[in-house]
């Protein structure tokens, strides 16, 4: 079976110091990858996606990047964190598209990061 | 790109009532329409999902509704129960596409 794992839980940082959230999926090759975040109160924005190795599609112009150097791990980065950066971090992944039809994505447990 | 509006924003029903969450979305070409559920400091996960192709789709209390002619679908949850208190999040998916863009959720408390 497919299992997601995202680290760490919980992170708090201070502004202008970096930042490194990974994410692994195992179980599955080739998948589309997603970071998203979740701000307090409100919905899941789209910040990175990629269908493959070193393909990262941006959603989102700031201080945020993501990369993925192996094809089951999507990194999350950040050379200087800003305050309005804080927020509940969620990796997701959902398998390569079957005859043209996408389909459900699977989160991993989230990362809550609090810029101090 | 895809844009999903989702209303209301939260929703206080009495246990047993309904209750229904209605979500637009603005690209005619999507054809995947997920629903999720997340819990008090959990990860959303996937209760219902719905394709272009299917006008409505249920499965126990829930059921969802598709209008593509109107671009919008409903969530419907029915003989509502505390344990369905939680965020209900709308998503919809492009043919062709990978992202996934979500609603803003609505935030579900069932009164006992």
């Known amino acids: 079976s497919q299992t997601i794992h995202q680290w760490p839980a919980t992170l708090v940082q201070p502004v202008g110091s970096p930042l490194s959230l990974e994410c692994t999926v195992e179980?599955?090759?080739?998948?589309?990858l997603y970071w998203y975040r979740q701000a307090a109160g409100r919905g899941l924005q789209l910040l990175f996606y990629s269908v493959g190795i070193g393909q990262i599609s941006s959603e989102v112009p700031q201080n945020l990047s993501a990369s993925r150097p192996q094809d089951r791990q999507f990194i999350l980065s950040s050379k200087k964190l800003l305050l309005s950066d804080s927020g509940f971090y969620l990796c997701a992944w959902n398998p390569a598209r079957d005859r043209g039809m996408n389909t459900e994505a699977f989160f991993g447990q989230g990362t809550r990061l609090t810029v101090v | 790109g895809e844009n999903v509006e989702q209303h209301p924003s939260t929703l206080s029903v009495q246990e047993g009532d309904s209750a229904v969450i209605k979500c637009t979305y603005s690209?005619?070409?999507?054809?995947?329409f997920p629903w999720y559920k997340q819990e008090l400091g959990k990860r959303p996960q996937l209760i219902i999902d719905?394709?272009?192709?299917?006008g409505e789709k249920k499965d126990q209390r829930i059921a969802v509704t598709l209008n593509k002619t109107a671009k919008h679908f409903s969530l419907h949850i029915t003989e509502t129960q505390p344990e369905d208190s939680a965020v209900y999040f709308c998503?919809?998916?492009?043919?062709?596409?990978?992202?996934?863009?979500f609603g803003a959720g609505t935030r579900l408390t069932v009164k006992p």
């Open positions: 179980g599955t090759s080739n998948p589309n």
């Open positions: 690209d005619s070409a999507s054809n995947y």
């Open positions: 719905i394709r272009s192709n299917v």
């Open positions: 998503a919809a998916s492009v043919y062709n596409n990978n992202d996934m863009r």
